[in-house]
């Protein structure tokens, strides 16, 4: 099974919110689905990890509907920091199961993976944050042992990148209740995310974690924990591409894309 994650486009109608979104955001994001679709063997299920538009405005959901139109299979998404829930929750009420109430987690299947969506949206703010309510949700779903794989999607990264000026906008508030939970829970768990704008995967507390880049922009890789602020760079982009196998292995390939 073949299964797309993708991240970051931030498509804008108008005018960019972000200074570093480049102009034709719009025209790289139809080449990653242009890709997508035309993959063989057919991908089967993608798996969009948060900023699907710069500013969250009707127009710019309008304009992501259309560039998503040539996708016929299941799409799972989580709300960015760029989204806004409204938008994102009228865009995808007939085809994702989000819980009643003000955040958009829904659980989902596809074929016999579990699919945990998590709205680590923070209002007005870069860094991403798990309300009390949330990580109650995600305790009673995790609570029970289970065979099964789970994917947990999360815009912000609730593991380390390494990369310094990056973590600062990371995952904050309930981030130490959300990794006591994954690392309780018997049974295997994935955890897929964005943000961060430089595809990067890491192994954290046993958990296999993958981030993917964003065609938007990509952040340059800085390693130096004395570098203040991070930089952009003009760099290859590539999304991943998760081939899932009947006994439940991931083995994650990099799909470059000329934009
Ligand atoms: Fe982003």
């Known amino acids: 099974m073949l299964i797309a994650h993708i991240s970051d486009f931030h498509v804008f109608a108008n005018a960019a919110e972000t200074t570093v979104v480049r102009a034709d955001a719009a025209d790289a994001a139809r080449k990653v689905i242009a890709d997508i679709a035309a993959f063989t063997p057919k991908i ?50 007939d085809k994702l199961p989000f819980e009643p109430g003000p955040f958009l987690n829904y659980e989902a299947r596809f074929k016999d993976i579990r699919i945990l969506a998590l709205d680590t949206l923070l209002d007005g703010q870069v860094q991403g ?13 995790l609570a029970a042992p289970s065979s099964e794989l789970t994917l947990i999607l999360m815009h ?11 973590d600062h906008m990371a995952l904050q508030d309930g981030r130490d209740a959300f990794e006591r939970m994954v690392v309780a829970h018997q049974g295997p768990i994935r955890i897929l995310s964005g943000h961060i704008h430089r595809p990067f995967q890491t192994l954290w507390n046993g958990i296999f974690c ?3 880049g964003g065609p938007a922009f990509q952040h340059a890789l800085t390693l130096d924990p004395a570098e203040p602020e991070p930089t952009t760079v003009n760099e290859p982009y590539a999304y991943f591409i998760h081939r899932i196998s009947d006994e439940k292995n991931v083995s994650i390939h990099t799909r470059y894309v000329e934009l």
């Open 44 to 93: 089967e299920a993608i798996m969009f990890t948060g900023d699907l538009t710069d500013g969250g405005s009707s127009e710019d959901y309008a304009l992501l509907a259309d560039i998503l139109a040539p996708i016929d299979v299941p799409m799972f998404v989580v709300p960015g920091n760029h989204d806004k829930r409204a938008g994102l929750r009228a865009m995808f009420k």
């Open 129 to 141: 944050a798990l309300s009390p309510t949330q990580l109650s949700w995600l305790e009673g779903r």
């Open 156 to 166: 912000h990264p609730a593991f380390p990148s390494t990369m310094v000026p990056l």
């Open 210 to 212: 993958a981030v993917s």
